[in-house]
């Protein structure tokens, strides 16, 4: 009997503290670790993700927004060194020669999270979108959302790295 | 063997082009949409493409419909390379024209496969 509660194993736990959302949040998670494992070829260690209006400390974010039954955002969220290494592993290029290409770099890192994230969480009853990535730099900006928006922040580290994805979740 | 790339992130242009030319392709054109995509097959008929889904002006669905009416390029190979990674979204590239299809993200050696099967079959 005691077994019975483990039947179901993954990699990941669904984070039992977030509630409802847990599930969705360990797709996004795993989403991004996805994607760095694949792609990047940088190893990421996932933390414990919060419900928190405190923006992620970062300076490079990608946003790409979904609407399914359930709509918002996913974002990534570095700081512009963190990001630049990421830029250059993407592109098999050092981290020098790379500032101009980091804008695109990083849209595309978040559409593919967004767009397994989308994977995980499409299905035939259910069809769900995503948009265009939008990157924004720079150090001195407010981001507003809607008052009841669900905000739940998961760090990811990379090396020396802190970076985030965050999921916006626009109130039903 | 001219190769076209079409998506809308250069980043994923770049990484497929270093994966081509690893395989040995060199002359590579790109395209930053399917309207551009098409531009280019007008200016020297590729013999592989590869294109994203989800771009502005015209789609890569859209692109390989237009493409597919176009003398000789009915049979190109084309390779769909998107986070499209749905049944119904690969029936869909399908039916539009698309030969085989890799979902982002991927490893270069599901991409170096891909495209060496792909022109294998179809030189057969
Ligand atoms: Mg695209």
Redesign the interface.
């Known amino acids: 009997m005691s077994h019975e509660s483990t039947a179901v194993s993954t990699e990941t736990p669904a984070y039992p503290h977030l509630g409802e959302h847990g599930p969705m949040v360990d797709a996004l998670v795993r989403s991004a670790l996805?994607?760095f494992a694949?792609?990047v070829a940088l190893p990421l260690v996932a933390g414990v993700p919060t419900i928190s209006d405190a923006r992620p400390p970062a300076n490079v974010i990608g946003t790409v927004g979904f609407a399914g039954s359930i709509s918002g955002l996913v974002s990534f969220c570095g700081t512009r060194v963190a990001s630049l290494e990421i830029?250059a592993a993407?592109?098999?290029s050092s981290v020098d020669a790379v500032a101009g290409?980091l804008p695109?770099?990083i849209?595309?890192v978040a559409?593919?999270i967004?767009?397994?994230f989308?994977?995980k969480m499409?299905h035939?009853e259910d069809r769900w979108a995503?948009t265009?990535p939008v990157v924004t730099i720079g150090e001195d900006f407010l981001q507003k959302y809607s008052s009841s928006a669900v905000r739940v922040i998961c760090p990811l580290t990379m090396g020396t790295h802190q970076l985030f994805v965050e999921l916006v979740l626009q109130p039903a | 063997m001219r190769v076209l790339i079409v998506d809308d992130s250069s980043t994923m242009r770049r990484i497929i082009a270093n994966t081509l030319k690893k395989l040995g392709y060199d002359d590579v054109v790109e395209a930053g949409d399917g309207t551009e995509g098409l531009q280019k097959v007008a200016q020297g008929k590729p013999g592989l493409i590869l294109t994203d889904w989800n771009m502005p002006k015209m789609d890569g669905r859209e692109f390989v419909k237009t493409l597919r009416t176009q003398s000789g390029m009915e049979a190109v190979p084309v390779l769909m390379v998107t986070t499209h990674a749905e049944r119904t979204d690969v029936v869909l590239a399908l039916q539009a024209g698309v030969n085989d299809y890799v979902v982002k993200p991927f490893t270069p050696e599901t991409l170096k496969e891909k495209i060496e099967a792909l022109l294998g079959k179809t030189a057969a």
Do not use: K, Q
């Open positions: 996805d994607v694949t792609m830029t993407l592109l098999g290409d695109d770099a849209g595309e559409n593919m967004a767009g397994s989308r994977t499409s035939s995503i265009m």
